[in-house]
């Protein structure tokens, strides 16, 4: 798969305080790659720092899922790739992502994870995210995805969070997700605001409670925003 065959999509909301540095990363990686940033209503300067680098979408509401489609819909790419605003992709992350969608089992996939914290703690974590598993991969990891299969699984549902818990329980259904080698460095803000441990169970319980059918709407008070 050529490089211009990947197109990036990163979902923003009020994130102008990491965003300049995270854009010019981006513009720099990404040399070449189509990218579009999809503000979902920010109120402080995020749209205007995104300009200054890439094309931009506005949903008009604070909605990741809701925006990640409104930015593939912008695109025409063999594949997608999903980027959060506080994750930073490896160079030349595009090569492996070619090589790997090269076989036809391979649907999609994302990177294993390296926070910008030396704790030991999220180590370990990073570390267990090279094995499968519905604890262990989340949005922060830059999912990918074929085209096809993303339309054909009709993009993310419109939840008001947990839609990549979702959208990785959906896209395992139609064939094999593979996790690269390759690391995504990704901000450890959460977990140092509100507990290493804290946070770790918190996700566990979450995503248990998801699975058991519990609504994203009554689980999102369990994971307050954080800047």
Not at 53 to 76: C, D, H, I, K
Not at 121 to 149: I, K, S
């Amino acid at each position: 798969m050529p490089e211009a065959a990947i197109g990036i999509v990163v979902p923003v909301l009020n994130e102008d305080a990491i965003l300049d540095r995270a854009l010019s990363h981006l513009a720099c990686v990404a040399r070449g790659i189509p990218v579009v940033v999809v503000d979902g209503g920010s109120t402080d300067t995020s749209l205007d720092v995104a300009r200054r680098y890439f094309t931009t979408r506005a949903s008009g509401e604070p909605n990741r899922g809701v925006q990640m489609n409104l930015g593939a819909a912008s695109l025409a790419t063999e594949a997608l790739l999903f980027l959060h605003a506080d994750s930073r992709l490896p160079e030349g992350f595009e090569k492996p992502i070619g090589r790997v969608l090269r076989d036809p089992r391979v649907v999609g996939g994302c990177f294993r994870l390296r926070f910008d914290v030396a704790h030991p703690m999220l180590r370990f974590y990073a570390w267990c995210t090279r094995f499968p598993g519905r604890f262990l991969h989340f949005g922060d990891q830059a999912f990918f995805v074929r085209r096809e299969v993303f339309l054909r699984m009709g993009g993310f549902r419109n939840l008001p969070f947990l839609e990549d818990v979702d959208f990785l329980r959906r896209l395992r259904r139609y064939g094999r997700f593979q996790i690269l080698p390759e690391q995504v460095l990704t901000s450890a803000r959460r977990f140092l605001r509100r507990g290493i441990v804290r946070q770790q169970l918190t996700n566990i319980m979450v995503v248990t409670l998801f699975e058991l059918g519990c609504s994203p709407g009554k689980l999102i008070r369990f994971y307050p925003p954080v800047r």
